[in-house]
């Protein structure tokens, strides 16, 4: 569940962390930095660790690159690390960044749940913990947390789908769709899939959209049963290529494929086009990484979801500065994390499709044209 709430500025945030939310409404909220230090703080004195969790996703690596050079632009000292999805490395690198002094350490986690000892050491080592994209959970030893709103990304591919398919204009079908959701261990798919479900599960309960594999969660809180671990790329091809093989043999005819990311979106084109069918299904992703834009625009990717990561690694950074200064940081929502409302910047994120690529992703300098086949 996600919470909105007045935050409130002018004392420690994490005094604040229970009894004064005033919900029912997104609004405007300043919390004073935990850990901040003196105004005068000498920038290039001042450690900032980021730990991100894999290089192997091409968002990742445009994260980090933009965080940091955000940060050393204000005159930062960054420490960047990638863990290689592996979270006992991660770990190991938060407590490093905390001992050499890191003041403030953001943390893309990969398990969110296995980095909290980390933080927590990292925290009583006097750091300012962000949680950056992914929430940390069940630890209050996470300041803040800055994503894009994560329920709405599944609304989107799942609004996409009901509108490519006329399920609002009353189309019957019963259309054919195959399901899958992202890791187990990431909180953020939860949401995607939360989202996508409020729009497509009831067409799921009237029938007019079906599973042949049967591979359907019993509710939300099943989600983790079609998690696709560590969001990988051959293995939801490999899940792909079973559910098709098993299930799509003779005229059964594929419809769409919730993908929640462009990793599992890969995977689909690939299973699909090794089917050597004449049509290729709606297929939905998320992030806009170069090969699933080009995707899009040769008809083989149906729609994607923009998260700006300038955007996101510019609120980042302005925390970071706010934090650093003892400055109020600006936060307009909160995600729980099992143990407490975390404040939360919430940005919004786009769907794209081929009419959007040009205008959104080329003209705004974050694919070039040719990277997106145009
Ligand atoms: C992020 C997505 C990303 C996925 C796999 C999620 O937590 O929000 O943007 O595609 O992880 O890295």
């Known amino acids: 569940m996600k919470f909105t709430r007045k935050a409130i500025a002018g004392i420690s945030a994490l005094a604040l962390m229970t009894g004064l939310a005033a919900c029912g409404g997104s609004s ?11 105004a005068s703080a000498n920038a290039s004195d001042t450690l900032i660790g980021i730990s991100m969790p894999t290089k192997s996703l091409e968002r990742w690596n445009k994260d980090g690159a933009n965080l940091e050079s955000q940060l050393e632009k204000l005159g930062y000292k960054v420490s960047l690390q990638y863990a290689d999805n592996k979270p006992n490395q991660q770990v190991d690198q938060i407590q490093n960044m905390a001992n050499d002094g890191a ?11 296995a980095v909290g000892p980390a933080v ?13 994209d992914r929430l940390i959970m069940n630890t209050d030893a996470v300041d803040y947390y800055a994503t894009f709103d994560l329920a709405e990304v599944g609304k989107l591919q799942g609004q996409y789908i009901a509108d490519a398919l006329g399920l609002e204009d009353g189309a019957t079908g019963p259309f054919n769709i195959e399901l899958m959701t992202g890791s187990p261990d990431d909180n953020n798919a939860r949401y995607f899939f939360e989202g996508a479900w409020s729009i497509l599960g009831p067409y799921f309960e009237s029938g007019v959209l079906q599973s042949p594999s049967g591979k359907v969660p019993s509710s939300v809180d099943d989600w983790q049963s079609i998690g696709i671990l560590s969001w990988d790329q051959k293995k939801a091809q490999d899940e792909m290529e079973n559910r098709l093989n098993s299930f799509y043999t003779g005229d059964t005819k594929l419809d769409a494929v919730l993908a929640p990311n462009d990793a599992l979106a890969l995977g689909t084109v690939n299973a699909i086009e090794a089917k050597g069918w004449d049509y290729m299904p709606v297929i939905t992703g998320q992030d806009c990484d170069k090969a699933n834009v080009a995707n899009i625009v040769a008809g083989k990717q149906s729609m994607d979801v923009f998260k700006d990561t300038r955007k996101l690694a510019d609120a980042v950074a302005t925390m970071t500065d706010q934090i650093v200064k003892g400055e109020t940081v600006e936060t307009d929502s909160s995600y729980n994390n099992g143990t407490k409302d975390v404040p939360t910047k919430l940005l919004t994120p786009i769907t794209i499709t081929k009419d959007n ?18």
Do not use: C, F, P
């Open 103 to 113: 003041k403030v350490v953001i943390v893309g986690s990969i398990d969110g749940t």
């Open 120 to 132: 927590e050491a990292a925290k009583s080592n006097g750091a300012t913990i962000i949680a950056y």
């Open 28 to 38: 405007r909220g300043t919390n004073a930095a935990s850990g901040g230090t003196e």
């Open 357 to 374: 690529v040009q205008e959104e992703l080329v003209d705004t300098g974050y694919i070039s044209a040719e990277d997106a086949g145009l």
